[in-house]
Each structure stands twice: as C-alpha cells, then as structure tokens.
C-alpha cells in the first residue's frame, strides 16, 4: 500500500516561519510533491524532490530525507495569502505518473 | 495557454439522472488524470491516461463511472446513474509524461446529487 501522513492544522502569525511535515510510506520512491490549495481553488504545483536535501524557491523551501521516508515544506516570512492547504503527494503503486495525496495540512496564519 | 479546461463548474442534479464532466488538457501535455476530492477522503486518483490511453482505472469506484479520452486534447467523465454520495469536487489535471510531477489542475467541477 501507500500513505502519507501530515498534520491536519497548523496555526502561525504573519511574518513567522513555519514548518509542514510529510511521512511516506510507498512500495517504490520516486521523489516528494507539494500543492497548495486556496478555499475553493484548485491544488497549484509548489516543488518536487527527487533527491536528498533541501530545495528553495523563493519563500518557500522543501526538504527531503529517503533514509528517513520524510520530507517537509518550509514556508517563511509568511503571509495572510499563505492560509490555505498544503499537500504532499508521491506517486507508488499505481505507476510512476500517478500521484497519491496526503490528507492536507490547513495553515491559518494569523495577523 | 488557458489551462486546463473543466465544465461546468457547478452541476446539480437529482439521483439517477446521468452526468457528464468535460476537461481539456493543456496543448501538448500527454498525461492526464482525474481526481475526486471530498472532506471524508481527500483528493482521490479516479483514472489516468498517458497518450489518450487509459493506464489505470483502479481507483473507479463502481461501475457507474466510465472515462474516456477520444483525442489529445479532450476528456470526459461520465457517471450513471448518479447517487447523493457521489457528490464532491471532481477535478481534472494535465501533465508532461516526463514530467517532475508538476500537475496543472483545471478549476474543478462542483458536482451535487440531490
């Protein structure tokens, strides 16, 4: 089988840094995804690891560890646009192309 | 490009009736996947199709639902007949087959069973 496991919530003020953790379990590893999704909006892609370590776009950065079947997303000087869904995906099981979801982390930043 | 292309946006109807989701990928894109998304179990893979081709239909969850994809660049998922707890956010998404995973989802058809 394959799973993901995320917080449901995290709560944090604007400006702050903040943290969204991703466990994996998959029959085969072919690297880490991440969406957003606004209330009402579609998931938007974010970034991708396929390799070990961290990867930075802008203000938002993803890490991933295979040892550890973990990976997380950074997101720092946040802001209020920034409350909203976040996912990990990978795929697995049902071809290399076919992305499974995390049940999605809900970011509330707060003034 | 505009995206890719879902209708409607909003469908309600009443139980037993059939309903037709439409999506265009976007131009060039060669895999394409359709999603359901509702609060009980999240954003579920449905089908997927890489080359027009379906590759994976597992995640159909009955009989009642059927895809096709007759060209490049035209989609459509049709359930019938149509129950209350098919009621969700069925959403369309389009990528490379070669890919760094990056999906481009379309705005998703709201979908009603009453």
């Known amino acids: 089988g394959q799973s993901l496991e995320q917080p449901s919530e995290v709560t944090a003020v604007e400006g702050a840094i903040v943290q969204i953790n991703c466990t994996y379990q998959t029959s085969g590893f072919y690297g880490l995804s991440w969406y957003q999704q606004h209330d009402g909006g579609a998931p938007t892609f974010l970034s991708y690891n396929a390799l070990d370590g961290l990867e930075e776009t802008g203000r938002f950065s993803s890490f991933l560890s295979r040892s550890d079947s973990y990976g997380y997303l950074l997101l720092q000087e946040l802001q209020m646009k920034d409350s909203a869904s976040y996912f990990c995906a990978a795929p697995g099981s049902r071809g290399r192309r076919a992305l499974t979801f995390g049940s999605g982390t809900r970011l509330q930043v707060q003034p | 490009d505009a995206g890719v292309i879902q209708s409607p946006r909003h469908e309600v109807t009443e139980m037993g009736q059939e309903v037709t989701l439409r999506c265009k990928p976007i131009s060039g894109h060669n895999s394409l996947f359709w999603y359901r998304q509702t609060m009980m179990r999240g954003l579920e893979l449905l089908i997927y199709?890489?080359?027009?081709?379906?590759?994976?239909d597992s995640g159909m969850p009955e009989d009642r639902f059927s895809a096709k994809m007759p060209n490049a660049s035209f989609s459509t998922l049709k359930i019938q007949p149509s129950e209350p707890r098919d009621s969700a956010v069925y959403f369309c998404?389009?990528?490379?087959?070669?890919?760094?995973?990056?999906?481009?989802f379309g705005s998703g058809t709201r979908l009603t069973v009453v």
């Open positions: 998404a389009s990528s490379y087959f070669d890919s760094d995973y990056g999906y481009t």
């Open positions: 199709f890489n080359n027009n081709v379906p590759i994976d």
